[in-house]
Structures are given as structure tokens and as C-alpha cells.
């Protein structure tokens, strides 16, 4: 999956996972000892108001101790579930000042500021909340969270397991530790392994059945992913959900529902650019190149420097035959994103279609030096390498494919072209025999074969093989006389 990187860290989870069920009773908002579980297990959202208002007249009432900082505590909790982070950091910003060395307090304080973006003083109280209490386990997956923000992943792995073995209960650790491991894909099993557990503890939790749902489309699993997916949309509509099923469905070849879903993902999320990129791609594969060029032109208005997004609306422009625009997309796709295999041989095919084979050579030498066990890409190279007049080049190339792939058609094809401009008729004629044992009516392969058997004097077997290429196609003979070897395919770059 490219462009949009789902990642499910956000206070819902630092503040719901694993915590039980919800304590009902209006008595409780006047019992200071119970105020400050009452704003954890709250929802975030509208529901959680009328709590934020008794919060606050609560906090009004306390003056002193035990029963004034659960309240302020409580309020930052509260107050951030509605979405007000001036508000949930005074009250946090109060705690902290009338009890410096409290732990849960400098937590608070710490989360809200995460949640407001300024990390530097997250990470700071974080800090120091697990030096005073390192038992906290809550502040363990914050600070998780800011590492992974900051790239540093073996620090937030660290955390997030802290926090397992501190509070086995909590879902949400093993569910980040699982987000974490599927985003630097290096292991889906034990990934799932930890969403399942996540899913043991709360078998309800939409981040996780999207993250499990993601996972198993990423190990190949795409039926059980669309129905952890499906699950998570239960509730409601979920734009991670929707497009992460929206892949699936794509990888099924189901692409009216992959667009159904993209587009049910944008009415959630409008204009966001990682679900626009998709669904170009999957219009891109639908045929629809103009509403795909339309879609990526958003996304990248959105996300200028995306590389992915970059090559795919490549892709499109180059299957319209406009190779200068598709050049120009590649040129800033590579400038990113130099190693990129995919826009390196579709350049390199840009450049061979506009008639300059150095361009095209030089792309495509690149191109193999990153996987120079690509038999596309050889057969590709060898084609430019006949328009540059080294036939036995060519040759060369054509011979490497065919090793690591005995049964390439296109490479059989070109070879025998080549090996016919070197002289070696006969050997072509064979190559050609093979190739249409398995691929009878290919008519390229049959007027080829008749060129060949037509030069070794075999003239009424020639004959024939072009009489029944030309039946096939009638412009075969053309497209031969003007063929260039090397097999013209467009790279999709796996999306």
C-alpha cells in the first residue's frame, strides 16, 4: 500500500484501551476518589460534555488536596475528549504547579502537549513522570508514541513493551507495538500476534481490527483482511477503514468496489491525498486515465513531493502517449526518490519511444544496477541496445533474460531478431519454434519464424507463417518492418 501510511495512535487509545467497561451513575461526579475515572473511560466526542460541565464545577468547589487535583486531572482528561487543548492543558498546567513530583500529573500534562504538537515538552514531562513513577505505564505509551514520531522506532518498540509488562490488560500497547512493526514491515507475524491479542482485550476496537485487516492484506490474507475491515465499519464510516478495504478489493480485482470504497473514504476525508493517489491508481487501471490524472493532480496539490503519487500520474500520462509530461512526473519522482526501479525503466522506455537511446540507456543501466536479475528490464535494454547498433549487445541481454526465465516470449522473440541480424538464422528459427509451441497464434512470433524459415530457403514453410500471422493481424508485417526489439511494456512500480 502507497501514499497514505495508516498509522493508529491518538488519545482513543491512550485513554480507552484497556480500562473496562464504562462506570455509569450520576453520584460519581460528586465523589472526588471516582471523578478521574469517570473522564478515562468517558468517549471522546460530544457524549463526553456533560461531564467536561459537572468537571468543572467540581474543580470549582475543591480547594485543597487529594480531591482538588483529581479534579483538575479530571478536566484535562475531559477536556481534551471534546477537543479543547487550551482548556485540558490549564487544568493539566494547574496539577503540575500545585503538585510538582506527581507522576499522573506531569503524564497529563505531557499527553495533552503531544496532543498539541509540541513534543519537545511532551517528551520532557513524560520523562520525567516515568523517572518518578516508572511503574506508569500510560506514560510509557505516550512517550512510545512520541518516538515513533520522531523516527525513533527501537525507543518506542522499548515503550510499548515497558508498557505490556506493566499492564498485560491494556490493549493498546500491543496494538501500537503491531502498528509499529506493520509500518517498517520486517514482521507480520508478530504483528498479528499482537493485534490479536489487542483484539482479545477489546474485541470492539476499530484501530485495531483496521490495523489486524491491514496486516493480513499485506500477508496475502485479503479475504480475512476485508472482513476485519468490514468489522471496523460496523460503527460506522471509517476512512482508514474504507480505504485500506479499498486496496483489498483492488488487489481481488474488484476494482468498481476499491473505487466504491475510495470514494466513500473521501467523502470522510476530503482531499485527503494518500486516498485520492489510490483511487487514480485504480481509475489509472480501469482505463479511466483522465479522471485518474484529475485524481492525482489533487492529491499532489495536497502533497507536492510525494514520489509514489509522482510516478503513478507518470504512468497515466505515458499511457495517454504523452511520454513528455510522463518524463517530467519521472524527473521529480527520481529527484526524490532516487533508487526508484520503476521510474527509472518507464523514463528509459519514455526516452527509447521519443527516439534518444543514450537517455534511454543510461536509465535503464541504472535501473539493472539495482535489480540486475529484472529479465524485463534485460529484454527492455537489449531493444535499445539494437537501436544503437550493437546487435551482439543486444544479444547479450536477450541470452541473461532467457536464463533467469527459459520461457519468455518477448525475450525469445527479441533474441531470435537479433541473432538474424548477426547471422544466426538458424538458431533464431528454433527460438521461434519454442515460443509458439506454448503461444500458437502469436502473430509476431509466427511472422518472424516465417522471415527466418524464408532465409534459410525453406520458402514454402515461410510462406505459410506469414499467410497466418497476416490472418491474425494484418499489420503485422508493418509493425515488423518498423519493430525495434525489446518489449515496450509500461512498469506499474507495484501499485
Known amino acids: 500500500m502507497r501514499g497514505r501510511v495508516l498509522s493508529f495512535v491518538g488519545a482513543a487509545w491512550l485513554t480507552l484501551a484497556g480500562c473496562g467497561p464504562a462506570i455509569a451513575g450520576e453520584g460519581l461526579l460528586r465523589d472526588p476518589r471516582l471523578i478521574l475515572v469517570h473522564a478515562v473511560v468517558t468517549p471522546p466526542g460530544p457524549r463526553a460534555e456533560p461531564v467536561v460541565r459537572a468537571i468543572e464545577g467540581l474543580v470549582r468547589t475543591s480547594r485543597r488536596g487529594d480531591s482538588r487535583r483529581a479534579a483538575l486531572l479530571a478536566q484535562a482528561v475531559a477536556a481534551s475528549k471534546i477537543g479543547d487543548l487550551d482548556a485540558a492543558l490549564a487544568a493539566a498546567q494547574a496539577a503540575v504547579t500545585g503538585w510538582p513530583d506527581d507522576a499522573e500529573a506531569l503524564f497529563r500534562r505531557g499527553d495533552i502537549q503531544r496532543l498539541r504538537g509540541e513534543d519537545a515538552l511532551a517528551m520532557k514531562d513524560l ?9 506508569l505505564a500510560s506514560a510509557y505509551v505516550a512517550r512510545g508514541v512520541l518516538h515513533d514520531g520522531a523516527g525513533e522506532r527501537a525507543l518506542a518498540m522499548a515503550d510499548y513493551s515497558q508498557a505490556i509488562t506493566l499492564a498485560p490488560e491494556w490493549a493498546a500497547p500491543y496494538a501500537l507495538r ?6 517498517q514491515g520486517d514482521d507480520l507475524q508478530a504483528a498479528l500476534a499482537d493485534y490479536d491479542q489487542a483484539l482479545a482485550l477489546r474485541p470492539d476496537s476499530v484501530p485495531a481490527l483496521i490495523g ?3 496486516a493480513l492484506v499485506l500477508a496475502g490474507a485479503v479475504d480475512q483482511g476485508i472482513a476485519d475491515l468490514t468489522a471496523a465499519l460496523r460503527p460506522g464510516p471509517n476512512p482508514d477503514a474504507l480505504f485500506v478495504r479499498g486496496v483489498a ?7 468498481d468496489k476499491a473505487l466504491a470504497d475510495f470514494t466513500a473514504a473521501l467523502a470522510q476525508a476530503p482531499g485527503d491525498p494518500g486516498i485520492l493517489a489510490e483511487r487514480g491508481i485504480t481509475l489509472r487501471r480501469t482505463g479511466k486515465l483522465d479522471a485518474a490524472i484529475a485524481d492525482f493532480d489533487l492529491a499532489l496539490a495536497a502533497d507536492p513531493n510525494n514520489p509514489t503519487t509522482l510516478f503513478a500520474r507518470g504512468v497515466a500520462w505515458q499511457r495517454k502517449g504523452d511520454n513528455w509530461r510522463a518524463i517530467a512526473d519521472y524527473d521529480r519522482a527520481l529527484a526524490l526518490a532516487p533508487d526508484s526501479q520503476g521510474a527509472l525503466v518507464n523514463r528509459g522506455l519514455a526516452w527509447r519511444m521519443e527516439g534518444d537511446p543514450v537517455r534511454a540507456l543510461a536509465d535503464l543501466d541504472q535501473a539493472l544496477r539495482l535489480t540486475p536479475d529484472d529479465p524485463a528490464v534485460l529484454v527492455l535494454r537489449g531493444g535499445v541496445w539494437e537501436m544503437l547498433g550493437e546487435p551482439a549487445r543486444a544479444l547479450a541481454d536477450f541470452d541473461r533474460a532467457l536464463a533467469l526465465r527459459p520461457d519468455y516470449p518477448e525475450a525469445l522473440i527479441d533474441s531470435a531478431l537479433a541473432r538474424m541480424q548477426v547471422g544466426d538464422t538458424a538458431r533464431a528459427a528454433r527460438d521461434l519454434d519454442r515460443v509458439l509451441k506454448t503461444q500458437p497464434k502469436l502473430p509476431q512470433a509466427l511472422y518472424a519464424r516465417g522471415v527466418a524459415r524464408l532465409s534459410l530457403g525453406r520458402l514454402a514453410e515461410g510462406s505459410a507463417d506469414i499467410e ?3 490472418a491474425l493481424d494484418p499489420q503485422v508485417g508493418a509493425a515488423f518492418r518498423d519493430f525495434t526489439p525489446g518489449v515496450a511494456r509500461i512498469s506499474e512500480g507495484g501499485q
Open 249 to 255: 478489493w483492488r488487489l481481488k480485482g474488484d476494482l
Open 127 to 135: 520523562d520525567q513522570a516515568i523517572a518518578l513513577d516508572p511503574g
Open 178 to 183: 503491531a502498528d509499529d512493526r506493520v509500518n
Open 212 to 214: 489486524r485487516g491491514r
Open 468 to 470: 497466418a500471422a497476416t
